[in-house]
């Protein structure tokens, strides 16, 4: 994509003001009796952009700002925010996060990071190349729009309709600190682009979608692009039909398989392992993958859309082998669920950070078409529908869509039907993974090949 000449930032305020907020915030709550005190002040600025059969739909610009404050009285925390900077809110929004503390119960494992856990000044100015302002206006955002829905509409007479094409444009700074000494901040972008065609008509419509997004605009891919595959993948649906129940194996293609990598975060992150809320339980130093399977963290990739030098609390961020040879390495901890469970945080508050999960059996050539032989006959899944997972047990049942695979070779397209099995089970019994990785969000994947899952179909 052809890239505008880069924006200024576009801020209403710069980091000395929000470094200064953060001061005077921290001066107020000690001033007030505090043992302990955190703040963050925020600002986001954004223009979103969508049309619908070349038609503007939508113009939409946001602003915002905010600043958080917490406090602490021992082990008694309150909590405040204000959407006014005025010396006066923000002495208001500090007295309201002391008196809600003053009422609230003590609880044992409340209290600001350890001081050693936090990132020093070298390391919270870590530059990971995150911020990437967009200098486009809604004008030249809309025409991005409608070539890229005009491409989907010109692949072949079935796109028959749209549910639109939308650009946007986000991007946002903060600065945070606390009495243990911790101060960083950094501004960060998120652009993309986005279509989603209809192929058909009547009762044989079908829709898909692609979409682009990256830190930085010149990374997009082209809007014909986006277009033309948003369109493939719509026709590729069209006579769906619905197959007979049995158990059958699944391949997940790599844009769905994401989520079963997030299913494992969210069962070893430390809100659901204090709360007993997970299907893996003091799985520390346990295989719970098949043996074949690694995830790797590196949340100082350059751009990387999980990328972050610390975390929420302001502790430092480090790469790791997660899961070596299926067995689990460390969980996914802040500081309040690490004091829960006995350990050690693991600076994840806020969430994991550019993971990749692949297989040691791995070759260069198993992309989609290998994968595809891998399967041989069963389910290849494109599309999932539902949250039919309960991280408790771990069963997982969600309707899908996507292809009946014969002979190592695509048969014809399927829908309504619905997979069912239990992650604990499906994680252990992973047969491969491709080397199509592709990266949604801040999790990338290849497609992912798991036998014996049970299909209700006709």
Same mark, same amino acid.
């Given at each position: ?239 769906? !039909?619905? %197959?007979?129940? &049995?158990? =059958?194996?699944?391949? +997940?293609? $790599?844009?769905?398989? @994401?989520?079963? *990598? /997030? ?57 790791? !082998?997660? %899961?070596?040879? &299926?067995? =689990?390495?460390?969980? +996914?901890? $802040?500081?309040?669920? @690490?004091?829960? *469970? /006995? ?68 048969? +014809? ?46």
């Amino acid at each position: 994509m052809t890239s505008s000449p880069r924006a200024p930032s576009g801020f209403a305020f710069d980091q000395a003001q929000f470094q200064q907020i953060v001061e005077d915030t921290l001066k107020i709550a000690t001033g007030l009796g505090a043992s302990d005190a955190g703040a963050e002040v925020s600002e986001g600025v954004g223009l979103s952009v969508s049309v619908r059969k070349g038609e503007l739909e939508n113009v939409e610009r946001n602003r915002d700002k905010s600043l958080g404050v917490s406090v602490y009285l021992g082990q008694r925390r309150g909590n405040a925010s204000t959407s006014d900077f005025s010396a006066e809110a923000i002495r208001r929004t500090v007295q309201a996060a002391y008196d809600i503390a003053r009422f609230t119960a003590e609880d044992p494992a409340a209290g600001l990071p350890d001081a050693d856990d936090l990132a020093g000044p070298a390391e919270a100015a870590r530059d990971i190349d995150l911020f990437h302002p967009w200098a486009i206006d809604a004008a030249a955002a809309a025409e991005l729009a409608r070539r890229c829905e005009d491409a989907a509409m010109s692949v072949d007479r079935r796109i028959t309709n749209s549910e639109g094409a939308g650009v946007s444009a986000q991007q946002a700074h903060f600065w945070a600190g606390n009495s243990r000494g911790f101060r960083g901040g950094y501004a960060s972008s998120r652009h993309y682009l986005s279509v989603s065609p209809i192929a058909g008509k009547g009762k044989d419509m079908q829709r898909d979608g692609w979409y682009t997004s990256m830190r930085d605009a010149a990374d997009l891919a082209s809007p014909e692009a986006v277009g033309r595959y948003a369109a493939e993948r719509a026709l590729a649906r069209l006579k769906s !039909r619905r %197959v007979a129940t &049995g158990e =059958v194996p699944v391949l +997940f293609e $790599s844009t769905v398989a @994401a989520g079963l *990598l /997030g299913a494992y975060v969210q069962a070893t992150s430390g809100g659901a392992l204090y709360r007993k809320a997970s299907f893996l339980l003091d799985c520390l130093g346990q295989p719970v993958l098949a043996s074949h399977i690694d995830i790797d963290e590196d949340p100082h990739i350059r751009k990387g859309k999980g990328s972050a030098p610390f975390d929420d609390e302001g502790v430092r961020t480090r790469a790791r !082998r997660v %899961v070596d040879g &299926g067995v =689990v390495q460390g969980y +996914f901890l $802040s500081s309040y669920s @690490a004091r829960k *469970l /006995g350990l050690k945080t693991t600076g994840h508050a806020g969430g994991s950070q550019n993971l990749v999960m692949t297989s040691r059996r791995t070759k260069r050539g198993d992309d989609l078409d290998a994968m595809l032989k891998k399967l041989h006959r069963g389910l290849f899944v494109t599309e999932l529908m539902g949250q039919g997972v309960n991280y408790v047990t771990g069963d997982y049942s969600r309707g899908a869509a996507g292809f009946w695979v014969e002979d190592g070779r695509i048969a +014809f397209p399927v829908h309504e039907v619905t997979i069912a099995g239990n992650l604990k089970t499906m994680f252990r019994q992973i047969a491969a993974i491709g080397a199509d990785a592709y990266t949604q969000g801040s999790k990338t994947i290849g497609s992912v090949l798991v036998p014996g899952l049970k299909l209700a179909g006709a």
